[in-house]
């Protein structure tokens, strides 16, 4: 900057000495010196102003950098504000859960406890409990325990109804024997209806007197895997109802790890379902029955109702869920359900399990394919398509096409280790489950147990796709875990069955234990 000062101090200072030395007398000299000296004026005024400029710039240049560096600390330090703000909602957020978690650990067993014996809902609230400790969402917990609500209406009225028809039926025998009118109450009376030697209503009675109840039998169901004992409980202190059940276990010498299913009947009525012995069991041979090509039926077994059979064709049958410890009757279904899919002309594709188990089906059927676990990922993918497929079609079309299942038992084999094959399987086979419903596209997913999909376990069932089959069968399960994962409800149940088919078929309202039918050969 010294410079162009140097050079407008000098050309100035020339131009006043040249200025004050010419003699106007001296013309000759006077002229030029002035015109020099205008020069060197002019001169040092443009330099002034060039210097002006560049201070001026410079000055604007100062005043954007300071401007900006204003700005940028604005928002760094509005970034630096919310982050902090986000610090502390999430610190929050972890007080809460921790708070929300410490809670529950203290309350869960206090409100299991008082929740099992304040009667009536005490199981379905057991269940919701269960189901929230699986880390099972709220949404779904309300969902199951208002399903099973209306469950244990049902059965209260159901029960109501065929008290009332014993009393009708008892009160026109007396009639016509023309004795005395009585009426059967919950009293002695209904101990005479049924064989008081019966060590299992002994064993009952006597862990009822233990606990300080009093308790009559009313009457015996003989199912063909269990008998169920209706009692009569009069009590006001509800937290001996769980003592009865322990006591009962006890006198009936059921072990701890095997449930023994207790539940309200009615008002003031206990139902037990006490296994029978295997040779007491009664099993049943898949029957003979005309079948109608295009329905979708499957005909599971027998229960204390009469035949179980469901509708893949129903808004809440129409995926299956099968879980069975080794031995339980999985396999048996399953091929019974390829069965009648069969006998009703659908398609059908075993992927998984032993499929030496159908090779009698192959010549019968020609619309069965049976493949090594190792095509499961391509049949979920040909699935996958095929409901693309459907989906574009309109009702009419849909109704020529034939019904497709696609059987995976022993699903956790058929999960790929590879994280992206995997990711693809798990959406496929979810899509299918959840699109199918509506496109005659459905899947039977076999388990041998239940656990929850985690970095440990990444072959376990994923929860999205637990969601999308709704239709849940049990078998006997070593561990209650399973049948929590498996059924909305009464999950422990799993671990009274009593394997070779005694299983729980759960969906909507539909809650049924059954003896499945036994599949040997075609019939
Ligand atoms: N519904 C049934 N009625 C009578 N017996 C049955 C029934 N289901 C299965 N069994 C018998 O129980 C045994 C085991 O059946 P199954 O093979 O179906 O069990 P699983 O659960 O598939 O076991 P695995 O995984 O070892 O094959 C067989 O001997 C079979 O005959």
Redesign the pocket.
Known sequence: MFLPWLKIGGSGLTAVVLVLTASPKDIKLFTPANVVAITLASYAGLELRKLQKHYEDKEREEDMLAAMKDTQATEQLQYLSSASERKRLNVDADKETERQLKLLQQTAPLFSEVLAVTGQNGAVSRMALGMIQNGESLGNVLLATSEAEMQLEQAKLQAQIHHRQLELQTQQVLKSANTQEVTVTNSIKGVSDVAPQSPKIEGLTKAAKVVGLQTQCLRVDKAPSYERLIFSVKTEDFNSLSKLKAATKLSLGISEKSDLPFYIYAPEQIAVEIPLLPEDRT???FPQRQWQSGERLIVL?QSLDGEVVINLASEDTPQLLCV?????????????IAYCLLMQGARVDICG??VS?YEDFAERFPSISLNDMGKTFEYVGEYFLECDRRNKMTKAELAQESAWLLEI??YKGTVPLDDNLRKTYDQQLCEVARRGRGLKIHVAI?L?RGSKRSKDDPQALPPDLRDNLPCRIA??CVDATSGRMILMRRGEAVTSLQ????GIVQSGLLDRRF??????TIP
Do not use: C, I, P, V
């Open positions: 099993y049943y041979d077994g069975g410890t080794t031995g339980s009757g999985k396999s048996n279904l399953f091929r019974a399990g032993k188990d038992d022993e076999g041998q078998f006997r394997g070779r088919g005694d003896q499945a039918y036994r599949f040997e």
